[in-house]
């Protein structure tokens, strides 16, 4: 059944996983992740030219991890997957030139990832994973988006941010805050203990140009800026700040107003399946939130496996290897990464001759 080694290095942390099709299911034989936040944390957030560096140190060793930790030897592998775009361009570079290398010494076809593609094949890495259609909520550091995946697979998104990604206003707060980067963890276990209700906060939504709102946008500057008020306000009468408290409340209008789009697009689409994915779906309050509320509205909530929330390499094995068996394709190897790439047209990372 086929196999592929996947590498991922498209932001903060290096991976390389041996992830196995058999039957339909997919068995992730090994995941090695080396993060390298605990270096980016002292500077609040991601310093491009260090995460290259990290990711050129680590990659070798994950990758002799992975393969080891799998028992197979490289020619029981099918092909090599890496991420190659969106992300830090000089990052990607890392796994791209790798997966590439190896691609082409051990003679096996390279798959190249898009790494929202990847976040999206993470839910088939769940014990019962769903079948399309379904509707996918993808919140992570970069992107806040609904997709509707059809029963062909197709994608089409429907709703967006227009400002920061939900995990950026997480990292953002949580500065604010005071709070370690990454701050999504950070405020999780800020909120543990605080009043969800003590604070009101703007729930951000998008007006469109003739009145009324884009029902399935989402917008978070204006709570940022609340929160900021907020934590000025509290400055000025309260010491020490109440943490807890902002936390909790900040954590739970992000996630009611998360839950809240993505249902009533379930509900206007007579979909009663929905998948959420990306690293803030990792956030304990809205996997409570999205699978109660979910319940009540008859949706079939599917969560992405905690491990394979946050960036990893066996959701890029997932995606290679849904790739490789539906209609097997193969990326170019002059294939090479870009910062920024639609997810619907990911059909030119397969056309011999590359889009980058
Ligand atoms: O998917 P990911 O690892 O990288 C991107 O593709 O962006 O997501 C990283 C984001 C960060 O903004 C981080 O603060 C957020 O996911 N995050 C969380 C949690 N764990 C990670 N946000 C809320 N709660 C969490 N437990
Ligand atoms: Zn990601």
């Known amino acids: 059944m086929p196999k592929v080694l996947a590498l991922e290095t498209s932001c903060d942390e290096s991976a390389a996983a041996v992830v196995e099709q058999s039957d339909g299911r997919l068995q992730v034989h090994s995941h090695c992740i080396a993060s390298q936040i605990k270096e980016h944390a002292q500077w609040g957030g991601v310093v491009p030219e260090i995460a290259s560096r990290r990711h050129v140190e680590a990659l070798p060793h994950l990758i002799d991890q992975a393969l080891n930790d799998a028992e197979l030897p490289f020619s029981d592998l099918d092909g090599v997957a890496a991420t190659v775009t969106p992300g830090l361009v000089g990052a990607l570079m890392v796994g791209s030139v790798t997966g590439r290398t190896l691609a082409a010494l051990h003679n096996r076809p390279f798959i190249a990832v898009h790494h929202l593609e990847a976040h999206l094949a993470s839910v088939r890495l769940a014990v019962s994973p769903p079948s399309p259609p379904y509707l996918v909520l993808l919140v992570s550091g970069g992107h806040t988006e609904l997709i509707h995946v059809d029963s062909a697979g197709m994608l089409e998104r429907l709703g967006r941010s227009h400002d920061d990604a939900a995990g950026e206003a997480f990292d953002k707060v949580a500065r604010l805050l005071g709070l370690d980067y990454p701050g999504g963890p950070a405020i999780q276990a800020a909120a543990v203990d605080g009043d969800t209700t003590r604070f009101v906060l703007p729930k951000g939504r998008v007006s469109k140009p003739g009145g009324g709102f884009f029902p399935y946008d989402f917008s978070f500057s204006g709570l940022k800026t609340a929160m900021l008020r907020q934590v000025e306000a509290c400055r000025a009468w309260e010491e ?9 409340s900040f954590q739970q209008v992000v996630a009611d107003v998360l839950v809240d789009r993505s249902l009533r697009c379930c509900s206007d689409l007579k979909l009663s399946t ?25 949706v079939d909530v599917h969560l992405a496996p905690l491990a394979y929330c946050t960036d990893n390499a066996a959701m890029v094995g997932a995606a290679a290897l849904g790739r490789l068996t539906s209609q097997p394709v193969f990326s170019s190897l002059s294939l090479g990464v870009s910062a920024r790439w639609a997810l619907e047209n990911c059909a030119p990372l397969y056309q011999s001759n590359p889009p980058f």
């Not at 020490?240 to 909790?248: E, F, G, S, V, Y």
């Not at 994915?277 to 509205?297: I, S």
């Open 274 to 298: 929905l998948v959420m994915v990306g690293g803030v779906a990792a956030n304990q309050r809205l996997r409570q939130c999205m699978h109660a509320r979910g319940a009540k509205q008859g």
């Open 240 to 248: 020490p700040l109440p943490l807890a408290d902002l936390a909790a």
